[in-house]
């Protein structure tokens, strides 16, 4: 079992930042790839981003290919999401996930965590 807990999540300006944090515990968080998924209101989960269990790989969603960087500390078994030049339509509740790859969390990863609201103003 891996336990995933999200936090760093808020209310921001349009064209604002925030960085999301995804803390892991359980089995050894190095040995498993991490992802977030979004879900806007009365929308289906998105994936956003995921990166490999060593950090050499990353996914993003073209949604936010170069607003948004997905990165890991396996030394501090965390997780991040930086997310920059936010949209009003970057509102959602946002989830960090984990599974052995990047392709088994686009395809719906094992572990899941609880979400953290980010709701951007114009």
């Not at 490999?52 to 073209?62: C, K, V």
């Not at 997780?79 to 960090?96: F, H, I, R, W």
């Amino acid at each position: 079992q891996v336990q995933l807990v999200e936090s760093g999540g808020g209310l921001v300006q349009a064209g604002g930042s925030l960085r999301l944090s995804c803390a892991a515990s359980g089995r050894t968080f190095s040995n498993y790839a991490m992802g977030w998924f979004r879900q806007q209101a009365g929308k289906e989960r998105e994936f956003v981003a995921a990166i490999s269990m060593g950090a050499l790989s990353t996914s993003h969603a073209d949604s936010v290919k170069g607003r948004f960087t997905i990165s890991r500390d396996n030394a501090k078994n965390m997780g991040y999401l930086q997310m920059n030049s936010l949209k009003p339509e970057d509102t959602a509740v946002y989830y960090c996930a984990a599974d052995q790859t990047i392709k088994n969390i686009k395809a719906g990863p094992r572990y899941w965590g609880q979400g953290t609201q980010v709701t951007v103003s114009s």
